[in-house]
Structures are given as C-alpha cells and as structure tokens.
C-alpha cells in the first residue's frame, strides 16, 4: 500500500486566493487563510490509469497560507502544514467480523512551501508574472510500521511557474479568469513534473466568489526510484492526474471571510481517486 501515499494528495489541497486577477499585490497589502482540508479514500489510480480499491486511508491537514505585497512588484508566498494526520481505519472481514488488520494513525507537520512571485506586466484587465515555488522537506517521509504514513516526500523541489489573469465583467458581475503553466524540478531520483491550470470565477452579490478549477500534473519519467528504494519511492514518482475543482466564498464582514471548497482527480495515475473538501477562514488586507 505504500504507493497510497499522502503527499500525492495533498497536491489537490487548493488553498490558493481568490484575487481578481490582481497576480502581484501592492505593497503592504496580504492574502491570508486558515484551512482545514480532509480526504477519505478507499479507491486510487494505478500506475497503468485503472482505478482500484485499498483499505480506507483518511487525511487531515490543518494549514496556513499566506502572501504579503513587499514591493508594487514582488510578493512572498507561504504554505504551512501545522497539523497533519494518516490514519487508516481498521479492517474487519465482513463474513466473519474478525479483525485482518489493526488500524494506525501518525500525526506530524507536513512539507512547507515557500515562494516568491514577480509582476512582469500588469495593466487595468491584464497582469502577467511569474512564480518560484520550493518544496521544503520538513514532513516525514517515512512513519508508520509499513513506512507509508508519510506528511512529507523527503526532498527539495523547485517549481517554476508563468502565471497570466484576466478581469472582465460577465452579465455585470465582477469575473476573472487566469491561467500557469509550470515545471517542477524534482530531486532525490523523483521526476520532473509539467503542471498546467486554469481558473476562472465570478463574484455574486458583491460577497459571494463562485470559482472553478482545472489543474493537470504530468510526469516526466526521468526519475530514477523504484520499487527496491525503502523511502519515498514508487509512490511518490510519476504521479499524474487531471483534476477539477470548485470553490465558493464568502465574505462575513470587510476583510474577513470563508471559504468552502472541493475537488477530485478525475483521472491519474498513482493517486486517490475520492474527492477532498476543505473549510477556510481568510483575511484579504488591501
């Protein structure tokens, strides 16, 4: 069951602002959330695309996510995992009711990202920049009596990302829809990774953000893990998926509001194939 690992779902963790197309913030100006994000899976992609079940792993992450405006033109990302818990439930033979395996649970912080985006062009209904993401290791790679507890991969990656937005009015409600297109290098004997998205949402009401996601991660292969690496291995290489997603807020009062979102892989490989959802409290400063 390693290849059922965690860190490949936490990638459909979208924890990202909802911000108007506005890539780059002003100076002084911040973005922050507090999210709770949960899966529960009993289902994943296999390494040939198939879908096939598993015993029935839960997530749960408790995060912080932040950017803060330094300058007109630079601005500095944060995503912290405070809390993470891999748990799996206990399995009991549906015929006999006896136990076949005993559960388990490991709770630790996860890996922490840290980033830099730069404005490249920005005019009144376009904005253009680009982003460096890094993947530090401070999860654990290797937890639990079979090893595939993990909150972490246990390597540095760098994600580098061209980031485009749009804001318009659609049927007079303020809408925007943007767009990245990235590589992720990958160390340790991992693969490269092409990631590509696309964003759009519309805002009802003057409180109430309507959004819709696609996100696709593909695999260069050039890794060099296998099946015979004790840590981090078959599992967290390769991974591949098309995901979509969707997300709603609200804003409570000026500043302040909440967010609920939800998203699934819709093929991959080497992933979970149930939906995650997640409740979020942000703080937009302007």
Request: charged content about 15%.
């Amino acid at each position: 069951m390693k290849y059922l690992q965690f860190l490949l779902t936490i990638s459909l963790v979208l924890t990202f602002q909802i911000n108007y197309a506005q890539w780059v913030k002003e100076k002084g100006n911040g973005y922050y959330k507090i999210t709770a994000w949960t899966l529960v899976a009993d289902k994943h992609y296999t390494s040939s695309g198939a879908i096939d079940s598993n015993a029935t792993r839960g997530n749960f992450t408790f995060s912080l996510y932040g950017e803060y405006g330094v300058t007109n033109k630079i601005d500095v990302l944060l995503y912290f995992p405070l809390f993470t818990r891999i748990y799996q439930n206990t399995q009991v033979s549906k015929t006999k009711g006896n136990v076949l395996q005993e559960g388990q649970a490991f709770n630790a912080i996860g890996d922490v990202d840290l980033g830099l985006r730069y404005s490249l062009f920005k005019k009144k209904y376009l904005a253009v920049s680009t982003t460096l993401k890094m993947g530090l290791p401070t999860g654990r790679d290797n937890a639990g009596s079979d090893g595939s507890y993990q909150t972490g991969d246990g390597e540095f990656n760098q994600l580098f990302q061209l980031d485009i937005g749009t804001s318009y009015q659609l049927y007079s409600e303020p809408s925007y829809t943007k767009a990245y297109v990235g590589f992720n290098n990958r160390t340790q004997g991992f693969s490269d990774e092409f990631h590509l998205g696309v964003e759009t949402g519309v805002k009802f009401w003057r409180k109430l953000w309507g959004v819709g996601r696609l996100n696709i991660v593909k695999s260069f292969s050039n890794g060099t893990l296998s099946v015979q690496n004790a840590q981090g291995s078959i599992f967290a290489n390769n991974v591949e998926y098309v995901s979509i997603g969707t997300e709603v807020a609200y804003d409570i009062v000026h500043n302040i509001g909440v967010s609920l979102t939800w998203a699934n892989a819709i093929s991959g490989r080497i992933i979970y194939a149930n939906p995650s959802c997640s409740l979020g409290v942000f703080l937009d400063l302007k």
